[in-house]
């Protein structure tokens, strides 16, 4: 069991190390970090995948930690059945490509984001490729690794050339900044419109400084951890109420007039503030619920509240080809200032280094280099 703050000594299980190579000869193996269960991650040496037909193996080049592989750390995750290589955050250079590959080749900087629709089934057919039947497990898992192997349905749908101005940690940014992009997509907002954001994390701080990007003023940011809360201001938030969710409604109220937020972006994934969060909109608002409660979650929502004001709600799951193409402009463009989620840097063998910081609640992401 682990304990929160307190990653045990014996969470890192090294097997069969990568040995040094005092002379330059064809790579067949690699490190790669397995996920054996909560609380347990192994270094393996792997076999260097080989890419099919329409695939292609990329060198990592930077790999980024984010909530979801902490949760799996900590406790498991359903996608994540363990042995499984885990780290979806990632970018780096083409080594390898199957023969049916040709808009891509060996020595490509790449950015992409690790999933893509399969274009066939019943939810790509009608413009709702976030939920394409096979997406989820056809996900390439594995960014924590020297190498990795990309199937063809990411190559040609959500991997982009990586401009050279572009660093490698900051094209792994590529799936989060899909991730809000997809879920702002799916609401309505003016400049004008006030804007409360619960919850300073990297998806809270990436919904602040796109909405300050779209040119609204008016994002209120609900943070309780004083760091996060201070990077929130830096980054523009008019105002940030520094407490837990629940405490902060007379708070929200006072700072809108008595009125409440016309959109409220939930970024925790605590069921307590779902159930909070229809309460900081005003009778007429939208609610989108974005952090993902644990598998078999139940919430109570205010029926009044949600009915007879008219409350909107939305709750946005993973992104569309279209998003991730809109992400790798913002991103390119160089307009995210990726400075501020980006708190340090570790070699692959100290990954749990990052995630124990992340755990003490230091930080918002941390790179992970091979």
């Not at 329409?54 to 060198?59: I, R, S, W």
């Amino acid at each position: 069991m682990v304990k929160r703050g307190n990653v045990p000594s014996n969470h890192l299980q090294k097997l069969d190390m990568f040995p040094l190579c005092g002379e330059e000869k064809e790579v067949t193996t690699m490190q790669a970090m397995l996920l054996l269960g909560p609380g347990k991650i192994a270094c393996q040496e792997l076999p260097v995948p080989e890419p099919g037909p329409e695939d292609v193996v990329l060198k990592v080049e930077s790999a980024l930690t984010c909530g979801t592989d902490l949760k799996a750390f900590l406790r498991g995750h359903p996608k994540m059945p363990p042995p499984i290589r885990f780290g979806h955050e990632y970018s780096g250079t083409i080594t390898a490509r199957g023969s049916q590959v040709t808009n891509f080749r060996e020595g490509d900087a790449v950015m992409l984001a690790p999933t893509g629709p399969c274009g066939c089934c019943f939810y790509c057919q009608h413009d709702q490729e976030n939920l394409c039947t096979s997406l989820m497990t056809t996900m390439a898992f594995g960014g924590y690794a020297e190498y990795v192997s990309l199937p063809g349905r990411i190559v040609r749908s959500n991997m982009f050339q990586k401009p050279k101005s572009l660093p490698f940690g900051e094209a792994a940014l590529l799936e989060p900044v899909s991730c809000v992009v997809f879920g702002l997509q799916q609401v309505t907002f003016t400049p004008n419109d006030t804007v409360v954001i619960i919850g300073a994390g990297g998806f809270g701080l990436l919904h602040l400084i796109l909405l300050k990007m779209f040119g609204l003023e008016r994002v209120y940011m609900v943070a309780r951890n004083p760091d996060r809360a201070r990077v929130a201001g830096e980054l523009g938030a008019c105002r940030v109420i520094a407490r837990p969710a629940e405490e902060a409604r007379e708070e929200v109220l006072e700072a809108t007039g008595g009125r409440g937020a016309d959109l409220v972006i939930e970024c925790t994934a605590q069921p307590s503030v779902w159930e909070e969060s229809l309460f900081f909109a005003r009778p007429g608002g939208q609610v989108v619920l974005f952090g993902g409660c644990p598998q078999g979650t139940k919430v109570s929502l205010d029926a009044t509240r949600l009915h007879y004001d008219q409350i909107r709600l939305s709750s946005p799951f993973h992104f569309n080809p279209a998003a991730v193409r809109k992400a790798s402009e913002l991103l390119i463009s160089g307009q995210i200032p990726t400075e501020y989620l980006i708190s340090g840097r570790y070699p692959l063998v100290d990954l749990c280094q990052a995630f124990d910081r992340m755990q003490r609640g230091e930080g918002i992401k941390y790179e992970v280099v091979p």
